[in-house]
DNA sequence: TGTCTCATGTAATCCGTTACATGATTGG
DNA sequence: CCAATCATGTAACGGATTACATGAGACA
């Protein structure tokens, strides 16, 4: 059996903070887990629909829209369901193949590589600022404030380390660029 | 249009090192870059027939086995492919997804996740640790030297920071265990 | 003899994204 | 009036894993 997925954990969970359209839900789990999660409508839409199904969500429809919410039995499913250890996803990270292989690249190349990553860290930095402030300032729910800003600084952990790496890394694969002079004696 | 896939460019890559059978293909990628990517044998042998007909790669067969090298125009291929940026990733962490619903657990069921995560980047460290040994002696291809202890590097800063998030993150979700007796004034 | 590793491949299936289809409402 | 946002859903497609099928050689 392939993996399981773990869409209707997502979505259960945040419907344990607050009732939700569907496209409502989209919009905090970007907004919010963006970081660290993502789910598209493609998932979203048929999740609800069997969550529904199986008596963990009830839905009521105003017009256009239909609202979940989360019911009893969905609290306790989403318990188990988080307490179940994942299987660990296989990693793929696209820019540690290219630099394995730089062998393959000239410097030049090389560096865009490193820069990109740097630069990639550092958005991810400031997205990060951002969110301590939305949480500083009780924006949200303040029950969950607390574990959200633990998801905050694992981010802000893994970006500062990858510019500690990048530093690093500079230093170590790239040829030192030549000084226009020789000023060396 | 879906994500590209980058299987090619993995198979490439280890190919431009040594000429291998899909078999030995499978184990390099899983030995060596397998603290940071993975394949299957359900994406290699197809991949590899592709890539023969595209002219990147010749086989020669003995006896049950095929070797597959790369050719002038796959180094070419692989250089070019190694160049363009890839599209992102969404990021799927099933580890802070659990965290961040915290509040639907108890302090036990969290300091289990958190105890995991630890384990995870102390076992990662270890193998990343006989990883240099294997570098320092020798063992591969000195030119790969380089880049290959770059990419452990990469992972070595990575779980270093994952360890030090752990601890943060315990002195900060997980209430402060009682002490038994009653010694504050 | 039986199990393990080497070796190749395909089919089923799942997971997830993207594109498509549809339409109401709001604001410039 | 037109664009953007809100809102829901489905179909097509692609990527990747897993299971299955097959068989040789080593070695215990």
């Not at 017009?63 to 988080?82: K, W």
Request: contains cysteine; proline residues 4%.
């Amino acid at each position: 059996m392939a993996r399981q997925s773990q869409t209707d954990l997502a979505v259960l969970g945040a419907l344990s903070i607050q009732p939700m359209t569907g496209y409502e839900l989209r919009q905090a789990i970007t907004d919010v887990l963006g970081h660290f999660w993502h789910e598209s409508f493609g998932q979203i839409y048929p999740c609800l629909a069997t969550l529904q199904q199986l008596g963990f969500v009830t839905s009521t429809s105003v017009d256009r829209s239909s609202t979940y919410r989360i019911t009893a039995a969905g609290r306790r499913e989403l318990t188990r369901r988080l307490r179940d250890e994942p299987e660990r996803q296989q990693p793929r990270n696209a820019t540690l193949l290219r630099v394995f292989f730089g062998a393959s690249l000239d410097d030049n190349d090389l560096a865009a590589i490193l820069d990109r990553t740097e630069l990639q860290a550092r958005e991810q930095l400031s997205t990060f600022a951002a969110a301590r402030e939305q949480i500083a300032n009780g924006e949200h729910h303040s029950v969950h404030g607390h574990y959200w800003l633990a998801t905050v600084s694992a981010g802000e952990h893994a970006a500062r380390a990858q510019l500690a790496w990048v530093n690093e890394t500079r230093a170590t694969i790239l040829a030192p660029p030549k000084s226009s002079g020789k000023d060396s004696p």
